[in-house]
């Protein structure tokens, strides 16, 4: 069965240092999502992107933030500059189409800022 | 605005007890989807079930079962004859109509004990 996947599994990096997350998803999905949870808090959206374009992004996402499908197959969060409180688990998501509202979540990539 | 609430921060049961767990949302579209999903320990989210806004029908997966009630705006999740590999956190999610996010509760920590 087709599945998203994040990579790494775990990251570790100094405060002030760039940080790209990785994801694949689905191969005929054509909408794409990040969403953030900090250790024992709620799952919060960050950004939704389709036809290479952000359709939608929160508060969170300020401009320390980017994202990008650089090929047909690859989808990254960037964060140029770390600070402490991005410190968290990072999932992405994707979706055959904004109709049927069925997201498929990779495992997520825990961020961790020193 | 959509928001989704789940009152119950915490609940423990003793094993093969009965228990449900709350949510409820607010949203002005008139077609929207609803979610529950599953977070064991090992961190990844965990599809269970999901629901159009235009089917109150309930729904039994199982031991899962699932009471949705657009008067009172709640689709409430209940596991019947628990059991310990059900402990986990359980989040419940709206969706939004215009960009397909999801609007995550802040999660049921479920604690089933032998």
């Known amino acids: 069965e087709p599945e998203v996947t994040q990579t790494p599994s775990h990251q570790v990096t100094q405060m002030g240092q760039e940080v790209i997350l990785r994801c694949v998803p689905i191969s005929n999905h054509l909408y794409f999502y990040w969403y953030r949870q900090i250790l024992g808090q709620k799952v919060e959206f960050l950004v939704s992107?389709?036809?290479?374009?952000?359709?939608?992004k929160s508060e969170i996402f300020d401009d320390q933030f980017s994202v990008e499908r650089p090929d047909g197959s690859n989808f990254t969060l960037k964060i140029r500059s770390t600070k402490l409180e991005d410190s968290a688990m990072y999932f992405c998501?994707?979706?055959?189409?904004?109709?049927?509202?069925?997201?498929?979540f990779g495992p997520g990539t825990r961020l961790t800022v020193t | 605005a959509q928001k989704v609430t789940q009152a119950q921060t915490e609940i423990s049961v003793v094993e093969k007890e009965d228990v449900t767990l709350d949510c409820v949302y607010e949203t002005r579209d008139t077609t929207y989807y609803l979610f529950w999903y599953k977070q064991p320990p090992s961190g990844e989210l965990v599809f269970l079930i999901r629901?159009?806004?235009?089917?109150?029908q309930n729904e039994i997966s199982g031991r899962y079962s699932w009471n949705f009630q657009k008067s009172t705006s709640s689709f409430n999740f209940t596991i019947t004859a628990s059991q310990v590999v059900d402990s986990a956190v359980y989040f419940c999610?709206?969706?939004?109509?215009?960009?397909?996010?999801?609007?995550f509760g802040q999660g049921t920590t479920l604690q089933v004990k032998p």
């Open positions: 998501a994707s979706s055959p189409s904004q109709d049927t509202y069925e997201q498929y």
């Open positions: 629901r159009n806004s235009f089917d109150e």
């Open positions: 999610a709206l969706s939004d109509r215009n960009t397909g996010k999801l609007i």
């Open positions: 992107f389709y036809n290479n374009e952000i359709s939608e």
